[in-house]
């Protein structure tokens, strides 16, 4: 066999692994029990939800697509029940163009049906615009000159959702859930300029780039991956889909540790060799 | 003079305009930021149809030249255009067949195509998003689980004191991410949460910073007219 | 939990599209390209889509016709709110200018597009940056070491967070040589980073697993009775295709050796 038929069947071997490792606990998932556990950043944005009257408005940016849906989803639907079962008045948005079909209005409207609230009373869809940054500044100065009218070409100006409400400033609430820049400009243009509290979730890849800002109060809490989505299932006790996902993805994790154990036991057994 | 002077003088304007503009809280100049920040919206927009040129000229040469795997270039052609009529054919057949009465029933013939506006659940386009776009894009990115598997196998070797700090900084929070680390020892959560608010916060604070400080300058090159990339090509008189 | 046709249709759409760019694992095939052009194309659709449906109709034709509408005499439906006025003519005219940038003789005209967009991004950009991303996060890097509230450890770690800003700062300050203290320093700064990419790196396995776990949640699913055995079925049909395209491939070029 030559080194590169070796390198093939080893990465090949590695990907059934891998499959494995995440098909059997997907298939015998009840049969797994794991213990919960929790975090002070994703708590802090559960307390602050908790602590809202009923009736306050918060904005929620949901900027990702299907490509992070796995991961994001279920942290937004967990964020999102929580927010109605508060009876919260909840602005749903994004500055993400695929973000717009499939993930905001799914996500919305599917919650809301769960949670009986109706459109334009209790919660509003807001269209996909572009300019990110050009966006959120409006959404700090006239949040309807920014969107006129929502999703379904209502004049926003008229729904109930949005009474007393001119600007993110008078929202007590923004949660950006990103898989991309979407948490920087939050930070830059929709903190400085609106002032209100800010909470972030974001795919595991980017979590700890937003630490700094935890440090320095920009940031009211940050929830990083499934791994938080599955903690705040706990807090609102309600599990769902990322608690489900925890087990295969604790059983991968634990393949992948072994891995890079023996890719350098190895390592060391060549190096000694040689 | 045209080509060159003016565009400099128009960055060089708004760009301390705006600057200005922050320090100002007078209504007036909210609502300039405001007003100049809907056409940049708008800008934004016709751009993004502008954007789709590139693709479209590149797989047309494909076609037209038949190079080698031409076919696929003709199958994205085919699926461009399934999305586009998805999208605008209910709009088109409301507009000519229906003008007054947007959202009314449809004369008979017309009655299988859906008159739902394309980013509303329900409409063909929705569709095509949530079975033909989704799928892959999921998919794809899913597919780096497996890379990555395979990657942290070969590459991830305690070769140097840096190499081992990088190492297990990543293995305490593979661990600590799941409930694997509170079982394996109920310590590692909370080494996970030192190593993301101490080390990990410190060493992004000074990449933040570096990215800041380059931003500043970058913007301060173009308002000044130092930074001339943006006049395109070789032709910047 | 009955299944609709529909959903079995969805459910066996999802599955080949899956399968189809999964099967890039064994290696590059032309059914892996296929799924990608096709992907290319939707996307690139929905994108005009959602440009004009989201923006250029609704926040540029729409007001701007009923501007002239009103010019013109006509009795509107509602009147003309505030931004509905003859100053969106502005964007209209800088997004065509835009449009020049494909034009060897006239694409100079979309710099002032640019010099535009840009010197106002700019100028937005400098305030809000410095304020942001060097006031705010300065300070609680050079927050007060003892006080009342303040314990030993938070002190410790304080101080841990000083050293590690200042010398990764140090490192990436290439106007100074690394030699003597300045290298040592610059060492230490190496290590917060390893740390800090570390970290990253078990984060982005988190990431990256998730998303498979979500795939692959689905496909169990489908692959059930209710669906028909979705995935099972597609996957030996998307498995025979890859082989015989292979046999064939191979015949076609016969003195080729090569593998994946």
Redesign the interface.
């Known amino acids: 066999m030559t080194k590169?038929?070796r390198f093939?069947v080893?990465?090949?071997i590695?990907?059934g692994?891998?499959?494995l490792a995440?098909?059997i606990p997907?298939?015998y998932n009840k049969y797994i029990k794991?213990?919960?556990?929790s975090?002070?950043v994703v708590k802090n944005i559960y307390d602050h939800i908790e602590s809202l009257p009923e009736g306050s408005s918060i904005i929620m940016s949901i900027d990702f697509?299907?490509?992070?849906?796995?991961?994001l989803r279920p942290m937004v639907m967990a964020l999102l029940w929580h927010a109605f079962k508060k009876n919260l008045r909840v602005i749903g948005m994004t500055i993400w163009?695929?973000a717009?079909?499939?993930t905001l209005?799914?996500i919305f409207?599917t919650v809301a049906k769960e949670a009986k609230k109706q459109d334009g009373v209790d919660y509003a869809i807001m269209?996909?615009?572009?300019?990110s940054?050009?966006?959120i500044?409006?959404l700090s100065?006239?949040i309807f000159?920014?969107y006129?009218?929502d999703?379904?070409?209502a004049e926003t100006r008229d729904m109930p959702v949005f009474k007393g409400v001119k600007s993110i400033r008078d929202m007590k609430f923004a949660m950006c859930v990103s898989a991309g820049q979407a948490v920087d400009i939050w930070?830059?243009?929709g903190?400085?300029?609106g002032k209100m509290p800010l909470g972030a979730g974001c795919?595991?890849?980017m979590?700890?780039?937003y630490?700094?800002y935890?440090?320095?109060?920009?940031l009211l809490g940050l929830m990083?991956?499934?791994?938080a989505a599955a903690q705040y299932e706990v807090l609102i006790d309600k599990r769902g889909?990322a608690t489900?996902?925890?087990k295969?993805?604790?059983v991968?994790?634990?393949?992948?540790?072994v891995?890079?154990i023996?890719?350098?036991i190895i390592?060391f057994i060549n190096r000694q060799k040689t | 003079m045209i080509k060159r002077q003016i565009p400099l003088m128009i960055a060089f304007v708004m760009g301390i305009l705006f600057i200005i503009q922050f320090f100002v809280p007078h209504q007036l100049s909210q609502d300039l930021l405001t007003g100049v920040n809907k056409w940049l919206m708008i800008i934004g927009g016709i751009s993004l149809l502008l954007g789709i040129n590139s693709l479209v000229h590149f797989h047309y040469v494909q076609i037209k030249r038949e190079t080698p795997g031409w076919g696929f270039s003709l199958v994205m052609f085919l699926c461009f255009g399934l999305a586009l009529v998805a999208g605008f054919l209910p709009s088109i057949v409301m507009w000519f067949v229906e003008p007054a009465k947007a959202g009314a029933e449809p004369v008979k013939w017309l009655s299988f195509i859906p008159l739902i506006p394309p980013f509303e659940p329900g409409s063909t386009l929705f569709w095509i998003f949530r079975n033909g776009i989704s799928p892959f894009m999921a998919t794809m990115f899913s597919m780096i689980g497996f890379f990555i598997a395979s990657a942290a196998f070969r590459a991830f070797r305690a070769r140097s004191l840096e190499a081992t700090l990088l190492l297990i900084a990543a293995v305490i929070i593979m661990l600590g991410q799941t409930p694997i680390g509170q079982m394996l020892w109920q310590g590692i959560p909370d080494i996970m949460v030192w190593i993301f608010s101490v080390p990990n916060t410190a060493a992004k604070r000074a990449i933040w910073f570096g990215i800041t400080m380059g931003t500043i300058a970058f913007s301060l090159r173009i308002i000044f007219g130092i930074e001339r990339a943006y006049l395109g090509g070789t032709d910047q008189k | 939990m009955t299944v609709t046709p529909m959903q079995i249709l969805e459910a066996w759409l999802a599955v080949g599209f899956t399968l189809m760019i999964y099967s890039f694992l064994y290696k590059d095939n032309p059914l892996f390209k296929l799924g990608e052009y096709m992907y290319v194309g939707l996307t690139a659709g929905w994108g005009v889509c959602s440009a004009w449906f989201n923006v250029v109709w609704p926040d540029l034709i729409e007001p701007l016709s009923r501007v002239f509408k009103s010019y013109l005499g006509a009795t509107l439906d509602k009147p003309l709110s505030h931004n509905e006025n003859l100053l969106l003519l502005i964007p209209l005219i800088l997004g065509i200018l835009m449009l020049t940038r494909f034009s060897p003789k006239l694409g100079w005209l979309s710099r002032y597009t640019f010099a535009f967009i840009l010197g106002t991004a700019s100028g937005i950009a400098i305030p809000l940056t410095v304020s942001a991303n060097l006031f705010k996060q300065m300070e609680p890097t050079l927050k007060p070491l003892f006080g009342k509230d303040i314990s030993a450890w938070m002190t410790v770690n304080t101080l841990l967070i000083l050293i590690g800003v200042v010398s990764v700062l140090i490192y990436f300050f290439f106007s100074l040589e690394h030699k003597g203290i300045i290298k040592k320093v610059a060492r230490i700064g190496i290590f917060y980073m390893m740390v800090s990419f570390g970290a990253a790196f078990g984060y982005t396995v988190m990431a990256r697993e998730s998303l498979a776990i979500g795939r692959m949640t689905k496909l169990v699913k489908w692959a059930g009775q209710d669906y028909y055995y979705a995935s099972i079925i597609l996957l030996v049909v998307i498995a025979g295709l890859i082989a015989l395209l292979e046999m064939l491939s191979k015949k076609s070029k016969p003195a080729d050796d090569s593998t994946g």
Request: glycine share 8%; charged share 20%.
């Open positions: 590169e038929q093939t080893t990465r090949w590695i990907f692994l891998v499959a995440l098909i997907i298939v794991l213990p919960d556990t975090s002070r697509d299907p490509s992070s849906d796995e991961e163009d695929a717009a079909g499939g209005i799914d409207t269209p996909f615009k572009p300019g940054s050009a966006i500044l409006m100065q006239d000159a920014a006129p009218q999703y379904k070409k930070i830059v243009y903190k400085e300029k795919t595991g890849v979590a700890t780039d630490y700094p935890l440090q320095s109060k920009q990083g991956g499934l791994g889909t489900d996902s925890m295969p993805q604790t991968v994790h634990a393949l992948i540790i891995l890079i023996i890719g350098n390592y």
